[in-house]
């Protein structure tokens, strides 16, 4: 089978770091995103890694090593808005994407 | 750039009726649009996959004379709920891919709330 790995909820502290991890096991490996969800809304695309290594865009940063099957999101100088879910999505060798069930992240002040 | 817009945004009907969700790419040519449902709490679930002027390829369990896609244009899909019931109430949401290869970026519609009374 093919299954996507992700915490199902994390709290961390306004200002802090949090890192969210994921962990995959699919059929061949294509690429995989970090995408944004708050609730009631559409996810929004965040990241994109297909080599690994770490990409970093602003706050937020991804990290993917492929012989692990890991990749982490990391989100730093958290503000409140960045309260939402946070999923990892992987493309296998079909170019189907797999999705995680994502990670709800909460911040507190 | 890569804005997908998706309407409408919130429907609430009657059992029994027949409801039309539209899915444009505003500013590119989207090769390949899906559709997705999303119950509360729960993840992203794929409903279809569709190509510029073919079928949708529809995921295992998914009627497809339940829900009719058409992909008419390069930047146009329609997602039809037909004789929707109450079980069918869910967030849709669709998505679209620009260029010819599938490891490019989904952008994402607002999403459809719909609620079936």
């Known amino acids: 089978g093919q299954n996507i790995d992700q915490p199902t909820e994390m709290t961390a502290t306004e200002g802090a770091i949090v890192q969210i991890n994921c962990t995959y096991q699919?059929?061949?490996?294509?690429?995989l995103f970090w995408y944004q969800q708050h609730a009631g809304e559409a996810p929004t695309f965040l990241s994109y890694?297909?080599l690994d290594g770490l990409e970093e865009k602003g706050r937020f940063s991804s990290f993917l090593s492929r012989s692990k099957g890991y990749s982490y999101l990391l989100l730093k100088e958290l503000q409140m808005k960045d309260s939402a879910s946070y999923l990892c999505?992987?493309?296998?060798?079909?170019?189907?994407?797999?999705w995680g069930a994502g990670t709800k992240l909460i911040i507190k002040p | 750039g890569a804005v997908v817009s998706q309407h409408p945004s919130r429907v609430i009907c009657k059992s029994g009726t027949s409801v039309k969700i539209e899915c444009r790419s505003l500013?590119?040519?989207?090769?390949?649009m899906f559709w997705y449902r999303q119950f509360p709490k729960q993840s992203l679930m794929l409903m279809a996959t569709?190509?510029?002027?073919?079928?949708?390829?529809?995921e295992q369990g998914v009627e497809k004379d339940k829900f009719l896609i058409n992909h008419a244009s390069l930047t146009l899909s329609t997602l039809t709920v037909t004789s929707a019931h109450p079980e069918d109430s869910s967030f849709y949401i669709c998505?679209?891919?620009?260029?010819?290869?599938?490891?490019?970026?989904?952008?994402f519609g607002d999403g459809t709330r719909l609620s079936i009374l």
């Open positions: 998505s679209a891919t620009t260029g010819d290869h599938l490891n490019q970026p989904q952008h």
């Open positions: 500013d590119f040519q989207a090769t390949t």
């Open positions: 569709s190509n510029e002027g073919s079928k949708a390829t529809y």
């Open positions: 699919t059929s061949g490996f294509n690429g």
């Open positions: 890694n297909v």
């Open positions: 999505a992987v493309i296998n060798s079909n170019y189907q994407l797999i």
